[in-house]
T-cell receptor, first 115, second 115 residues
Framework: NAGVTQTPKFQVLKTGQSMTLQCAQD?????MSWYRQDPGMGLRLIHY???????DQGEVPNGYNVSRSTTEDFPLRLLSAAPSQTSVYFC??????????????FGSGTRLTVV | AQTVTQSQPEMSVQEAETVTLSCTYD???????LFWYKQPPSRQMILVIR??????QNATENRFSVNFQKAAKSFSLKISDSQLGDAAMYFC????????????FGQGTRLTINP
C-alpha cells in the first residue's frame, strides 16, 4: 500500500544510547519531515527535507540528526538519548501541485521511551 | 514566526449534538493553508478539512465545516450530528503557501462524545 512507513512502532532506550527511526515513502514526494508529539504541545517540527541531499532544522532539532540520500528515505537519528526525548515521533511526506492542493501523509508514529 | 493556538484542551458533547472547536493563528502572510487533523487512539493523523486563505467560502466536508475569519485570524471547526467515532484529539495546523512546506500545529483539543 502506498504511504509512509515508520519503524519501529515502539522502542525503549536507556539514557545515552543511540538509535535510528526509519521513515520511507513510496509516493515520490519531495518534502519529508519529522515531528515529535508531546502532551499539551501538539506536534513540533524537528527536521525537514525538501529533496534528496537537502535537509534543514525545524523548531526542536537539538539531539537529533537527519540525512536524505534518496527521495524515499528520511531516517531520524538520536545521537545520545535523554529522558526529555521520550515522545511520540511522526514522519510525514507531502506533495504540493496544481490541482492537488497540498496533501500530507503521516506515518503511524513511533512511541519512544528513554529510561 | 507563525503560531497556532487552540485554547480548549478538552471538549465534550452529547452524541448527535453540535460542537465547535476553536483555533486562532498568528501570521503576517496573506496566503496560506489551514488544516484540521483528527488523531484517534490509533495515533493515525487523519485530515479532516483544509482551507485555502484566498478562498472566502468556508470549507465543508460532510458533517464537518469551518468558520474561517481571516481578519480575526480565527479558524474554528464545527462538527454536526456528533458520532461516537468522532472522539479523538483534534489539531489545527497552518502552512505558508510559499517556501518550505512546514506545518505548524496547535496544542490540540481532546473531544469526548457522550452517548
Amino acid at each position: 500500500n502506498a504511504g509512509v512507513t515508520q519503524t519501529p512502532k515502539f522502542q525503549v532506550l536507556k539514557t545515552g544510547q543511540s538509535m535510528t527511526l526509519q521513515c520511507a515513502q513510496d509516493m515520490n514526494h519531495e518534502y519529508m519531515s519529522w515531528y515529535r508529539q508531546d502532551p499539551g504541545m501538539g506536534l513540533r517540527l524537528i527536521h525537514y527535507s525538501v529533496g534528496a541531499g537537502i535537509t534543514d532544522q525545524g523548531e526542536v532539532p537539538n539531539g537529533y540528526n537527519v540525512s536524505r540520500s534518496t527521495t524515499e528515505d528520511f531516517p531520524l537519528r538520536l545521537l545520545s538519548a535523554a529522558p526529555s526525548q521520550t515522545s511520540v515521533y511522526f514522519c510525514a511526506s507531502s506533495y504540493s501541485g496544481q490541482g492537488y492542493g497540498v496533501r500530507y501523509t503521516f506515518g503511524s508514529g513511533t512511541r519512544l521511551t528513554v529510561v | 514566526a507563525q503560531t497556532v493556538t487552540q485554547s480548549q484542551p478538552e471538549m465534550s458533547v452529547q452524541e448527535a449534538e453540535t460542537v465547535t472547536l476553536s483555533c486562532t493563528y498568528d501570521t503576517s502572510e496573506s496566503d496560506y493553508y489551514l488544516f484540521w487533523y483528527k488523531q484517534p487512539p490509533s495515533r493515525q493523523m487523519i485530515l479532516v478539512i483544509r482551507q485555502e486563505a484566498y478562498k472566502q467560502q468556508n470549507a465543508t466536508e460532510n458533517r464537518f465545516s469551518v468558520n474561517f475569519q481571516k481578519a480575526a485570524k480565527s479558524f474554528s471547526l464545527k462538527i454536526s450530528d456528533s458520532q461516537l467515532g468522532d472522539a479523538a484529539m483534534y489539531f489545527c495546523a497552518y502552512r505558508r503557501i510559499q517556501g518550505a512546506q512546514k506545518l505548524v500545529f496547535g496544542q490540540g483539543t481532546r473531544l469526548t462524545i457522550n452517548p
